[in-house]
Nanobody
Framework: QVQLVESGGGLVQAGGSLRLSCAAS????????MGWFRQTPGKEREFLVA????????YYTDSVKGRFTISRDNAKNTVYLQMNSLKPEDTAVYYC???????????????????WGQGTQVTVSS
């Protein structure tokens, strides 16, 4: 089992930055591929970025490529999402998710991640 807790959300002006953290409990975090998703009311959860268990591989969707950066520190059981050049359309609840897999599978969808945090609100004002 892996329990995840996100933090770092808040209100920021367009063009600003935020750093989200996702702290994990359990000894299996270092075996987890981790992903970040976001969701707005009435819409499906949107995949943003994934990182392999080692941190050596990452995959970004076009909507955040070049603006967001995922990283992880397995010694601290934490994955991060650095968000720069934020836009009002980035406003959403952001979730981290984990899946224990041996290979890096960037195409995993939300339904393939069994572990989820509770989400953290990010609001970008124009």
């Amino acid at each position: 089992q892996v329990q995840l807790v996100e933090s770092g959300g808040g209100l920021v002006q367009a063009g600003g930055s935020l750093r989200l953290s996702c702290a994990a409990s359990g000894r299996t975090f270092s075996r987890c591929q981790m992903g970040w998703f976001r969701q707005t009311p009435g819409k499906e959860r949107e995949f943003l970025v994934a990182i392999s268990w080692s941190g050596a591989s990452t995959y970004y969707t076009d909507s955040v490529k070049g603006r967001f950066t995922i990283s992880r520190d397995n010694a601290k059981n934490t994955v991060y999402l650095q968000m720069n050049s934020l836009k009002p359309e980035d406003t959403a609840v952001y979730y981290c998710a984990g899946a224990i897999i041996n290979a890096f599978l960037p195409s995993l969808g939300a339904r393939d991640y069994p572990y989820w945090g509770q989400g953290t609100q990010v609001t970008v004002s124009s």
